[in-house]
């Protein structure tokens, strides 16, 4: 059974980068303050529990295996989160350690992360099986190493302080790093498990197919799909809850985290089979602002495409803010209201006849599509896969994603 990342034992998983850069294990225990008995046996079980050989012993010394190496680095990128959550945290309280992430434990950060995704101490228990006692005993020695207090009690549950909400996010950051190193390490390097944040055009036909694509040939890896939209995904994705998202790019990305485009993706206004101006072929702008229409919830780049669409003139009636295409495609059928989307995102309705693209696409609204994730962030082999057949489908073609 593949070992979780918080499985291991944090200690050994530190000593690796000490290992590596002196290719001697009693230098690399003094390093780690570690007794050279404590770290040779230490290594010797976490080589039990990934099931591989780290380092190569010699007579003169230890060398690290291709599979040793990669897991110091991941190692080390991942007690680097954990560094930046914690940092000054001591120095700002008076309280705590110099370098608390050289304190804490596995099971202290599991049962901190349990309680953080849970939001109290009796829901965590269910979760993870341990009991409440000793959950609230890791999180009091957690607030005791950083130095400041990480989770507050609201009624019957638990809310994190801007303390603990860093402290999250490094830990789950931690351990999406530490998880990627033990997926490197099987002998299937498609396997593992990848979370991807779906926004509405990315939903509609490339998300789909890449996904088909993938499982048919990974059929060992596992997705998570998390759908909604830019504002309900990018504090995910800087979590580390998920891994990338895709969908309609930023002029500029946020902070922390960079975009790379698939496609450009035209927009065209959609309305009901039978609308009046479906039988004009050239509406003008007095003929759109006639009707009603559904627009995207402000700060969103839909909505600032159909801002664009009628700027410098009175803009007509929205009476429906909303960015979900199934009630948006509903509504439409119904109702004699328009709206703009990616001809994607309403294809199967206009093969069936149910809906239709009124006039030709908006000259002006293209929007990019493309993947966004945390800058450093280093996919698996299966992520990476997933990546190029994202890439493959949004390439113009009888297959492709894109809109054109």
């Not at 599991?110 to 341990?130: E, M, N, P």
């Not at 207090?149 to 931690?174: F, K, M, P």
């Not at 602002?289 to 559904?294: F, H, K, Q, R």
Request: with cysteine.
């Amino acid at each position: 059974m593949t070992p979780g990342p918080y499985s291991l034992n944090l200690r050994h998983l530190r000593a690796l980068s000490a290992i590596v850069e002196r290719g001697n294990m009693s230098a690399a225990a003094q390093a780690v303050n570690l007794s050279q008995p404590a770290l040779t046996q230490g290594l010797a079980k976490l080589e039990r529990q990934l099931g591989t050989i780290l380092f190569d012993r010699r007579s003169d010394g230890v060398s690290a295996t291709a599979a040793g190496l990669a897991l110091a680095e991941r190692a080390t990128a991942a007690f680097a989160h954990l560094t930046t959550a914690t940092r000054g945290a001591a120095r700002r309280t008076g309280r705590g350690f110099a370098l608390p992430e050289m304190l804490m434990t596995a099971s202290q950060l599991q049962a901190f992360l349990a309680l953080a995704d849970a939001g109290s101490f009796a829901a965590a228990a269910v979760a993870t099986g341990v009991s409440q006692p000793a959950l609230h005993r890791a999180v009091r020695d957690l607030e005791q190493i950083c130095g400041v207090a990480i989770a507050e009690r609201r009624g019957r549950g638990v809310v994190l302080t801007a303390a603990g909400r860093r402290l999250a996010r490094g830990v789950r950051l931690a351990a999406r790093e530490i998880g990627a190193g033990i997926a490197e390490l099987g002998s299937d390097q498609q396997a593992g498990r990848m979370a991807i944040g779906a926004m509405p055009l990315s939903r509609a036909l490339l998300l789909p197919r890449a996904i088909a694509a993938f499982v048919g040939s990974t059929p060992r890896a596992v997705i998570d799909v998390a759908e909604g939209s830019w504002r309900e995904l990018v504090e995910p994705l800087r979590d580390g809850i998920i891994d990338l998202m895709v969908g309609a790019l930023r002029d500029e990305p946020p902070p922390g985290l960079e975009q790379r485009a698939l496609f450009e993706d035209r927009l065209v206004i959609i309305a009901r089979v039978g609308h009046p101006l479906a039988a004009i072929v050239e509406p003008t702008l007095d003929d759109f602002a006639e009707y009603g229409w559904v627009v995207g919830q402000v700060d969103t780049p839909l909505r600032a495409q159909w801002d664009t669409l009628f700027a410098g003139r009175p803009a007509p009636a929205a009476p429906i803010e909303c960015g979900s295409v199934m009630v948006i495609r509903g509504v439409l059928r119904d109702t004699d209201l328009l709206t703009l989307l990616s001809p994607d995102q309403v294809a199967l309705e206009v093969a069936g006849g149910l809906l239709t693209t009124i006039g030709r696409p908006l000259a002006h609204g293209v929007r990019t599509i493309g993947i966004t994730t945390r800058i450093g962030w280093r996919p698996t082999a299966a992520q990476a896969r997933f990546i190029a057949l994202l890439e493959q489908f949004a390439r113009p073609g009888p297959l492709s994603g894109s809109a054109g």
